[in-house]
């Protein structure tokens, strides 16, 4: 069954706008911290923005100012809203959930990728 399902991926002129959104199953979203991770042709895969079950965010350094990654409990859906995109900021768009497990087991869950392509 699919737990992560992701949206919101497309076409854009560099400057522009896009949201990405990924549901999660409840289970997942309330015991795990939601993120997205990029990956362009011939790079590894990279953390773009994180939020914690209390609300932490982080944030790579490449979008700082740029991206905002927020969460709605009601939804069990976390977003990434993208501005002023840059050519380089194109690439798979993946959610992830995980945690690290100290005393829980572990768990890592990856979407199916959303393609986001900023044109020059």
């Known amino acids: 069954q699919v737990q992560l399902v992701e949206s919101g991926g497309g076409l854009v002129q560099a400057g522009g706008s896009l949201r990405l959104s990924c549901a999660a199953s409840?289970?997942?979203?309330?015991?795990?911290?939601m993120g997205w991770y990029r990956q362009a042709p011939g790079k590894q895969r990279e953390l773009v923005a994180d939020i914690a079950r209390g609300g932490s965010t982080n944030y790579a350094e490449a979008v700082k100012g740029r991206f905002t990654i927020s969460r709605d409990n009601a939804k069990n859906t976390v977003y990434l809203q993208m501005n002023s995109l840059k050519p380089e900021d194109t690439g798979v768009y993946y959610c992830?959930?995980?945690?690290?497990?100290?005393?829980?087991?572990?768990?890592?869950?990856w979407g199916q990728g959303t393609q986001v392509t900023v044109s020059s």
């Open positions: 409840a289970t997942i979203f309330s015991t795990n911290t």
């Open positions: 992830n959930a995980r945690r690290l497990g100290i005393i829980r087991a572990p768990e890592n869950y």
